[in-house]
């Protein structure tokens, strides 16, 4: 199964794909998370990636591209995986189309998250995320056991430069912009299931699976 997980910054992609990864047992590829990796470890790209990372803006189409052409070579995706974050800009979407294609395989859903503005954006301003393993917690929604700390491996839990307020409205722009019209995209291809995050846990995870059952 290869599965795109769509939708604005702070909807919950992250924390539905640690669901969908347990229960289906395939990788997740979140594009966020490779890129933080990157700044924080000074590897290839890492000073041209970082202002945009702080700024809330979408990294160069050729960088990210580059970076998940390497983690699709790996062989944990022989047997599918769930995109978080990627694509964001159709370009992006044509690539992965492309490199799907050379194979004879194709995405087989996109999940397209949606909230209101206000509930993403309480959302993003509670999430807290673990240091070393990134789990994803909110202070009120889905609080850690111990204050700080993962309930997973321990590690510190901090917050995201860009989910300070400054940069969230930023994100929630970008996102409209830039990466909204990837649903027209992908409705064309009769790909996209809407799911409601307003709902409670048990029925988005309800609604994902009969999704994914189609
Ligand atoms: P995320 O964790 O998915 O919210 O991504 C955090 C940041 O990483 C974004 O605000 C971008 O700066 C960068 N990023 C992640 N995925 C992509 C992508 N597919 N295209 C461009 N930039 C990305």
Redesign the pocket.
């Known amino acids: 199964m290869r599965l795109i997980i769509f939708g604005p910054?702070g909807v919950g992609k992250g924390t539905l794909s640690a669901r969908v990864v347990q229960k289906y047992g395939i990788p997740h590829i979140?594009?966020?998370?490779i890129?933080r990796e990157i700044v924080a470890t000074g590897d290839k790209y890492a000073s041209e990636a970082k202002p945009?990372?702080e700024k809330?803006?979408?990294?160069p189409d050729r960088i990210?591209i580059d970076l998940i052409e390497h983690r699709l070579r790996q062989k944990d995706c022989d047997n599918g995986y769930i995109l978080d974050?990627?694509?964001?800009?159709v370009e992006?979407a044509r690539f992965l189309a492309k490199r799907l294609g050379k194979n004879g395989r194709q995405i087989n859903h996109v999940l397209n998250l949606q909230a209101s503005e206000k509930t993403i954006i309480e959302r993003l301003s509670g999430r807290r995320m673990c240091k070393k393993c990134d789990a994803i917690y909110h202070l009120e929604n889905i609080p850690p056991k111990v204050p700080g700390k993962c309930d997973q491996c321990g590690g510190e839990l901090f917050q995201r430069e860009?989910d300070k307020p400054e940069t969230i409205k930023k994100?929630i722009s970008v996102y409209n912009e830039q990466t909204k019209p990837l649903i027209q995209y992908y409705r064309n291809k009769k790909l996209i299931r809407n799911i409601d995050t307003n709902e409670p846990l048990d029925e988005i995870y309800a609604d994902v699976d009969k999704a994914l059952s189609s």
């Open positions: 910054p979140s594009s966020g998370n890129i945009y990372l809330g803006l979408l990294v990210i974050g990627f694509p964001r800009t992006q860009d994100r």
